[in-house]
């Protein structure tokens, strides 16, 4: 048996912004310049989802169960991440809405992905891709969407407790 190319940090972000335009209609290019991706890149990403059986058969919409599923219980083994220095950059995590209202933290416990156009000093998350800083600038969702996951990927049982009830209310409300 051939071994296949499993999903890359990137089909993440492609995956939770289909799940946000799920109700529009969309083209490569469209998706492609909202993340920073080309356009092969989003067709490849579309490939692997749908291989994965995170996405239809028509390459358009994110099926909701598979996607908690692996955003809950798979994405921090699949991309585990460590916080590193302290850094300015644009919140994640509990650090960021919807959570940073429901957690309070210290000062010297914020979670960031490295960016001089943050406001926020932190320990620095890497973020699924380098262009997360770039795409989250341009839609707060989206933004909102990542920082559950990297709660999922970094936080403690409380805060994966929480971004995945947030998680699920949001994706199964649609």
Do not use: C
């Not at 067709?43 to 809950?72: G, H, M, W």
């Not at 940073?100 to 914020?110: H, R």
């Not at 891709?129 to 559950?148: G, I, Q, R, T, W």
Request: net charge positive; no cysteine; hydrophobic share 40%.
């Amino acid at each position: 048996m051939r071994a296949h190319g499993g999903l890359k940090p990137q089909d993440v972000v492609l995956l939770l912004k289909m799940f946000l335009w799920e109700d529009r209609s969309w083209r490569l290019i469209d998706i492609a310049q909202d993340l920073g991706l080309s356009q092969g890149e989003i067709s490849f990403a579309l490939q692997r989802l749908k291989k994965s059986k995170l996405i239809d058969y028509n390459k358009k919409k994110p099926l909701i169960a598979p996607t908690l599923e692996f955003l809950i219980h798979g994405v921090k083994y699949m991309f585990p991440v460590d916080p590193g220095h302290i850094e300015r950059g644009i919140p994640t995590s509990h650090s960021a809405p919807p959570l940073a209202k429901k957690i309070v933290s210290e000062k010297n416990d914020q979670y960031v992905w490295a960016s001089a156009e943050g406001k926020m000093r932190g320990q620095v998350i890497e973020p699924l891709y380098s262009e997360v800083p770039f795409a989250v600038m341009k839609d707060p969702k989206l933004h909102e969407l990542l920082a559950l996951v990297d709660a999922l990927r970094v936080g403690k049982a409380r805060e994966r407790n929480l971004a995945a009830s947030e998680l699920q209310k949001r994706m199964e409300a649609s």
